[in-house]
C-alpha cells in the first residue's frame, strides 16, 4: 500500500482519533496530511499564491531546476527516484516554498521533508499511464483525491 493510499485510508480512523500508519506520535505523517490539501490544489492550479502551473508546470520546474530525470521518472511506470528535501528550495524558490510551508501550517524544513515524500507518489498516481493525463482526467484524479480527503 503506498503513502497516499494509506494517508486517504486513514482519513476516517483518525476522525475517529485512531491514528494510521505514519501518523504515530505526529511527525511526518502529520506534516505530510497537512501538506495533502496544499499539493492537490497546486496540482490542480488552484492555489493562489502557491500556484505554479498544475503538475505540467510542476514538471516543468523541476526540469528546470535540474531534476528532470526524478520527475520523469515519478511520471514513468518504473520505480519513482528520490528527490532531496533541499532540493524543493531550487525548485520553488523561497518565497514559494514559504508560502506552501505557511499554507500548510508547518515550518520549511517540515515542507520540504513532506514534498520529498509526498510528491513523487502523487506524481505517480496522478499519471498511471506514464503519461500526462489530458486535463479533464486530471482534474477528476484530484477531485476524487480532495474528496476522499474531506470525506
Known sequence: MGLLDQ???GLAATRSGRSFPGQS????GNVV???LPVVLGMLANRQGGTGMGGLGG???QLTRGGYGQQASSWVGTG???A???QAWSDVFGPEQL???ASQAGVSEDEARAGLSELMPEMVDRLTPEGQMPPQDQLLASIDEYERRLQG
Open 7 to 9: 494517508i486517504l485510508g
Open 25 to 28: 506520535g505526529g511527525g511526518m
Open 33 to 35: 496530511m497537512a501538506l
Open 58 to 60: 510542476l514538471l516543468e
Open 79 to 81: 520505480p519513482n527516484e
Open 83 to 85: 528527490l532531496p528535501a
Open 98 to 100: 514559504a508560502a506552501i
